[in-house]
């Protein structure tokens, strides 16, 4: 069975004052060796991040399509990766919300890959697709527009807008159709060892629940890995579902 993967997204939230919960997260994931513990911070602290907590993986939050060119403000994911980045998170819906349409996403996934990251592809319905019934063809249309152009270094991420940052998770019978499709299409596609994370408002009391079954092999977490001690939480709280499964 492969280890359960829970990576912090930080969001524009994490300068020089934030490394003493860096260090606090990676104690966490050291503490924890049968998880595989992840967090993407902004681009300006991934070097610092990597080399104060050299095993914990490091990754961005986004990256260009391109390797270099006249992209003002942008960054590579060559550049990501010289920083010390593992990772990079594509296609999360606050980028897509900026303008990032599946051929985008697409491109940035081959961009990652190129340049060496494990890409975390996020795809999932707003809150107008969920009430139209789209929720499943929203997030399998992202998940193999993404698909397309990535090769194996690949983890999916089912984020559905609606949950994102409303401080309370849904329930496995709101989420289980969707992740449920992901897969068949991740196995149509001779990808099912791909692993499918979900995230949304994640919390630790609210992991047993949306672990269960094996559903999902992890999670990924946003608000609440902006504090160490609610990220080990959350840490823990998936070691004790694995080792009870
Ligand atoms: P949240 O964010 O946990 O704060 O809802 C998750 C995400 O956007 O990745």
């Given at each position: 069975m492969s280890c359960p993967i829970v990576v912090g997204n930080w969001k524009m939230h994490g300068d020089g004052r934030w490394l003493a919960t860096l260090a606090g997260i990676a104690e966490a994931a050291a503490a924890a060796p049968q998880i595989d513990v992840a967090l993407c911070v902004p681009a300006t602290l991934i070097h610092r991040a990597a080399s104060l907590c050299p095993n914990l993986a490091i990754g961005g939050q986004d990256c260009h399509r391109a390797s270099e060119g006249a992209f003002t403000g942008a960054v590579s994911a060559g550049m990501l990766a010289e920083a010390g980045a593992r990772l990079v998170i594509v296609g999360h819906s606050e980028r897509r919300c900026a303008g990032d349409d599946d051929a985008v996403v697409a491109a940035k996934m081959a961009a990652a890959n190129h340049a060496g990251l494990r890409a975390i592809l996020c795809v999932g319905e707003d809150a107008a697709a969920r009430a139209r019934g789209d929720a499943v063809a929203v997030a399998c249309r992202q998940l193999l527009a993404g698909l397309e152009r990535s090769d194996r270094?690949?983890?999916?991420?089912?984020?559905?807008?609606?949950?994102?940052?409303?401080?309370?998770?849904?329930?496995?019978?709101?989420?289980?159709?969707?992740?449920?499709?992901?897969?068949?299409?991740l196995a149509?596609?001779?990808?099912?060892?791909?692993?499918?994370?979900?995230?949304?408002?994640?919390?630790?009391?609210?992991?047993?629940?949306?672990?269960?079954?094996?559903?999902?092999?992890?999670?990924?977490?946003?608000?609440?890995?902006?504090?160490?001690?609610?990220?080990?939480?959350?840490v823990e709280a998936v070691r004790r579902v694995r080792c009870a499964g």
């Open positions: 270094a690949l983890v999916v991420a089912y984020e559905p807008v609606w949950a994102i940052g409303r401080g309370l998770p849904p329930t496995l019978e709101e989420i289980a159709p969707v992740i449920a499709a992901l897969r068949a299409t149509a596609h001779g990808r099912s060892d791909v692993p499918i994370l979900y995230g949304g408002s994640v919390i630790a009391r609210a992991v047993p629940a949306l672990m269960a079954e094996g559903m999902v092999a992890g999670l990924l977490v946003g608000q609440a890995s902006l504090a160490a001690d609610a990220f080990t939480d959350i």
